[in-house]
């Protein structure tokens, strides 16, 4: 009877250090859950944010003094030209890097103010410059202001180019913002077009002022870069370049 007992005491002792050594693994479970729960912030994580270059020079008042903008710092003002309405070098004036806006007539299109407004502007452009997949087309939002992104490969002195645009409507404008610069730079010099394309203002044009653009300072005025310095889209390579 004694011995029965105590098997009975030893089973339910065993069972007690059982129960007791089971409960850590619920902690483990729970820790496990935690260890999953960042998920959703490194998917958030994916989303591409626009990363702003420093702020350098003003711009000139443009186009009658309804357009203004910021170059990114250390850019210097191309001379103006009747194929741009604004255009920078970073340090090779006649080379690459280099920005130019660019304004047409928007026509029908609407103002370019969130995603959805952008659609037909991606369906415009989409004509104009093909699906190509390389294109890489997105609707992006920087600053306070929505664009249409795309890209072009080029050559620029017989080296890979990469030409990034960014396009927006306002105010009855088609403007259009282009990056050109060799491929291995591209996303070093993107801050820099995304520093422009966030400061752009563009006032309706009964609200700007009816005054002439004063000319860029004197000393930042280089020579105009030669024709065959412009970089070509890749589809115009098999043209044979001009020799200095």
């Avoid at 260890?35 to 186009?63: F, I, M, N, Q, R």
Wanted: proline share 8%.
């Amino acid at each position: 009877m004694m011995l029965r007992m105590s098997l009975l005491s030893c089973a339910m002792l065993l069972l007690a250090t059982l129960g007791c050594t089971s409960e850590p693994s619920a902690p483990a479970t729970t820790g496990g859950g935690s260890a999953a729960s960042p998920k959703p912030a490194a998917s958030t994580a994916k989303s591409p944010k626009v990363s702003l270059a420093p702020a350098g020079e003003a711009t000139p008042p443009l186009d009658g003094g309804r357009v203004q903008s910021n170059m990114p710092e250390g850019w210097k003002f191309l001379p103006r030209s009747n194929d741009y309405l604004f255009a920078a070098y970073y340090e090779d004036k006649a080379g690459v890097p280099r920005l130019v806006l660019r304004e047409v007539d928007a026509g029908d299109l609407p103002e370019t103010s969130s995603t959805d407004s952008a659609k037909m502007l991606v369906t415009k452009i989409t004509e104009e410059v093909g699906s190509d997949k390389d294109a890489a087309m997105t609707v992006v939002n920087i600053g306070d202001s929505w664009f249409v992104r795309y890209e072009k490969a080029m050559k620029f002195r017989s080296l890979a180019a990469s030409g990034v645009f960014l396009e927006a409507v306002r105010s009855g404008k088609r403007y259009s913002i282009e990056l050109l610069t060799y491929s291995v730079d591209k996303e070093k010099f993107l801050p820099a077009l995304y520093r422009f394309a966030a400061d752009l203002k563009v006032e309706a044009a009964q609200e700007a002022e009816a005054a002439s653009e004063p000319s860029p300072p004197e000393e930042a005025k280089p020579e105009q870069a030669k024709p065959e310095e412009e970089p070509v889209a890749e589809e115009n390579e098999e043209k044979p370049a001009e020799e200095e």
